[in-house]
């Protein structure tokens, strides 16, 4: 039951990040088209913020779950977000 509860807050995790990531795109974007919009901001090097920003979702599924008293699932969203931020960083230093 335990890991099953990880694996559902790193699918829940992983789609808030994704949903995010769109919302940032239609936000600071200069286009509709969303791959130009990525090769923008690689070529510019802000794609590292767009993702960071697209994981603040996350933040707010991680109180959702510790709220309902749901410690496992809240767990399944943390180890998303610090996988997100790992490849963030990723992208500033080594970039």
């Known amino acids: 039951m ?15 990040n994704v949903f995010g990531l769109i919302f940032a795109i239609q936000i600071f974007g200069s286009s509709d088209d969303y791959m130009k919009v ?36 809240a767990m399944g969203v943390l180890i998303i977000t610090v996988i997100v931020m790992l490849i963030t960083f990723g992208f500033k230093f080594l970039s």
């Open 38 to 73: 990525i090769k923008d901001a690689i070529a510019n090097d802000f794609f590292g913020k767009l993702v960071a920003m697209g994981a603040l979702l996350n933040l707010g599924a991680f109180f959702v779950f510790i709220k309902k008293r749901q410690d496992n699932r």
């Open 2 to 16: 335990k890991n099953k509860d990880i694996f559902i807050g790193i699918i829940v995790g992983l789609i808030a």
